[in-house]
């Protein structure tokens, strides 16, 4: 009852109507919802992380490398380290400079990480058994009932993320064109370590699509195909996230909430990195929190490298390190349990920083060499670096409030990476969503579960590249920049539903139980995926399609005149303010050396002399290069081409060859 209540107070929301109603719905169904888990004592049965039971890290475990190798391990490393730094300069990834950066990595990691002596000795290597097992006839391939359950949650993800990639998104934006330079730059062997165009730019996404490119060939497609994959994946992660907090079914849950969520497919698709921010959001909670539960010096290990690499993927992610840091320090005073030992964590911690930075070590030559651009996006949202800050103080509450409605109220206004004015969440997954907030506020506040409080302090952290926006407030609430949350938006939808199902079960034994779960959960399941599909490819592709210059469109007329009547390069795009960028164009023909601009007809004055058929595309507003064009080409032709949005329409001039 309680899901239901809050699935139709949801509903209420979303649509904007009875609004009262929606709200009195949802707080009424999380009364019930709680009032349903304490009565069954559903806090005490549900064995959130973290799990009772022996500390891992007491298993017999020990340094791969020990005394001198150990030693010569970490000299090497440092050396290393320190002749890459010297080699990184001037912003440019060098031979050298990779190969001692990798050398250091590897290094360092040999140096400390742990390994369980009794497994290597349980465990070594039998090439005479091996031998003998590869020679039996067929091969068996088991594959267990969970791990088909995640294939098929892969492949669901893959059709919410990849497919009609060329439809959707429909057209390129200057910034995709920004990013498409970068890319270019790379393929022209400009090896940079961040990337100063467009305010600078961290370089994971420009070298994963460089290399896509030599797969794809080089266009929009291949930036948007690109981060879709990747965001394809994060699901992978989702689950073992979720196995983590509770257990393999938990895990499927949220990966599915992950697969469907149109907030996830809007920042995977779009051809910017954003994407990466909650795919290292995913990856290093996964590690860290599962350090803190085991104590394995190799989980705080992992969570460094997750750390130091998802600094190179969006900026949002730089509030990582202080997540990180502050999860650290909760774990020290309020979660120490039986099992900890100071000097151990204190260790772990320091060797979870020193991986994170050496990882990091590019980055940190970039830094000293170049701080400002490093910086400069972040500083003129957050200080009076470019217009002067009112009232700091109470912006930053105003902010914290707009972005802590977007997942039920009003989400992001900006049409290039959310539906204006809907929330994040679909209604579904939004009422989930408040029931899986109430709980962990109950077991924040009533039980006082430790996991409670980090997964509280990570959302804060993680909004605040949103939240932060106090030189421009109208960019809060952001789904691009608070990207990094939808890990935990998806594990709170997920939670109310892994809890309710698990009541039933119990009470309506002897297999009732499960199959109405399997049953009513599937339809609320395949309901969401509903929503979202529609979300994402009707109302979203339609609203974008309205609201950007249809590039595409000039593209085709354009590849039509070159297959008939001319060549690309007499092609040309009269410029006008605030209407489309003409590289836009380029990036649609996949022909970035396309350049044919006009800003002034004064420029065209020089086609006269070489007499070859041309086409010239401009805005109807634009009367004047309309006159020009028919006073210096008499005979030509004049057509208005009707897109899909009559404020988008474009004039088409053929100018043929005259003597």
């Not at 209540?5 to 929301?13: M, S, T, Y």
């Not at 009364?31 to 959130?48: C, I």
């Not at 005394?67 to 290393?80: C, D, K, P």
């Not at 990480?113 to 097992?133: A, E, Q, S, T, W």
Request: net charge positive.
């Amino acid at each position: 009852m309680s899901i239901g209540l809050a699935i139709a107070g949801q509903r209420h929301l979303w649509l904007r109507e009875y609004v009262l109603d929606g709200v009195l719905f949802l707080g009424l169904a999380a009364l019930l919802f709680l009032a349903a888990v304490t009565r069954e004592g559903g806090s005490e049965r549900l064995p959130l992380w973290p799990r009772e039971g022996a500390n891992l890290a007491t298993e017999s475990r020990v340094s791969l490398t020990r005394g001198r190798m150990q030693l010569a391990f970490l000299l090497i490393a440092v050396a290393s380290a320190a002749v890459a730094f010297l080699s990184l300069g001037k912003n440019r990834f060098t031979l050298r400079g990779v190969l001692f950066w990798w050398v250091s990595v590897l290094t360092w990691v040999l140096a400390t990480v742990h390994v369980d002596y009794h497994g290597l000795i349980r465990h070594r290597p039998n090439l005479l058994g091996f031998l003998r097992h590869a020679q039996r006839p067929g091969i068996q391939v088991r594959i267990s009932r969970v791990t088909l359950l995640v294939l098929l949650i892969v492949a669901l993800s893959l059709i919410f993320h990849v497919s009609r990639i060329p439809v959707t998104p429909a057209e390129a934006q200057s910034d995709h064109v920004e990013a498409s330079e970068d890319v270019r730059s790379i393929l022209n062997g400009q090896y940079m370590i961040f990337f100063p165009r467009n305010t600078g730019r961290e370089a994971t996404q420009f070298y994963l699509t460089a290399v896509m490119s030599h797969i794809t060939g080089y266009s929009f497609d291949t930036l948007k195909l690109t981060m879709a994959l990747v965001g394809s994946m994060n699901v992978i992660p989702m689950y073992f996230l979720g196995k983590e907090l509770l257990d393999r079914r938990f895990g499927l849950l949220a990966a599915f909430f992950m697969a469907i969520s149109y907030w996830h497919i809007i920042v995977s698709r779009i051809g910017w990195r954003i994407v990466l921010a909650p795919f290292w959001t995913t990856v290093t909670l996964l590690f860290l929190l599962r350090a803190f539960r085991s104590g394995r010096r190799n989980d705080y290990l992992l969570t460094g490298l997750a750390l130091g690499a998802g600094l190179y993927g969006y900026m949002s992610f730089r509030v990582a390190p202080l997540l990180v840091v502050l999860l650290l320090m909760l774990k020290a005073v309020l979660d120490r349990g039986s099992h900890f030992d100071w000097r151990e964590f204190l260790t772990n911690s320091a060797l979870l920083v020193v991986t994170s930075v050496v990882v990091y070590l590019p980055m940190l030559r970039y830094m000293y060499d170049d701080p400002r651009m490093l910086w400069y996006r972040v500083l003129t949202r957050t200080t009076s670096l470019e217009r002067p800050l009112e009232s700091p103080y109470s912006v930053f509450l105003g902010n914290v409030k707009r972005a802590l409605q977007m997942f039920n109220w009003m989400g992001d206004g900006a049409w290039t990476a959310s539906i204006p004015g809907r929330p994040a969440l679909d209604y579904v997954s939004g009422g989930l969503f408040v029931l899986g907030v109430a709980y962990l506020l109950y077991i924040l506040v009533v039980k006082r579960r430790p996991i409670a409080l980090y997964l509280v302090v990570t959302a804060f952290i993680v909004l605040l590249p949103s939240t932060l926006a106090i030189a421009f407030p109208i960019e809060n609430p952001s789904n691009i920049r608070a990207s990094g949350v939808i890990p935990l938006a998806v594990l709170l939808a997920a939670l109310p539903l892994y809890i309710a199902g698990g009541q039933l079960v119990r009470t309506l034994r002897g297999g009732t139980g499960a199959v109405i779960v399997l049953c009513l959960g599937g339809l609320l399941l395949l309901q969401a995926a509903r929503l979202n599909y529609r979300l994402y490819y009707s109302d979203y592709d339609e609203q974008y399609r309205r609201a950007a210059w249809n590039a595409s469109d000039m593209a085709n007329v354009m590849q039509g005149f070159a297959a008939s009547l001319g060549s690309i390069y007499d092609t040309y795009v009269i410029g006008t303010a605030h209407w489309v960028d003409h590289r836009a164009v380029a990036l649609t023909l996949r022909n970035m050396e396309w350049n044919n601009l006009i800003m002034d007809m004064n420029q065209a004055a020089a086609h006269l002399l070489e007499p070859r058929n041309r086409l010239y595309l401009f805005r109807p507003s634009n009367t004047a290069a309309e006159q020009w064009l028919i006073e210096h080409y008499p005979s030509g032709h004049l057509m208005r081409f009707q897109a899909f949005v009559p404020e988008k329409d474009f004039m088409i001039y053929f100018a043929p060859a005259q003597s």
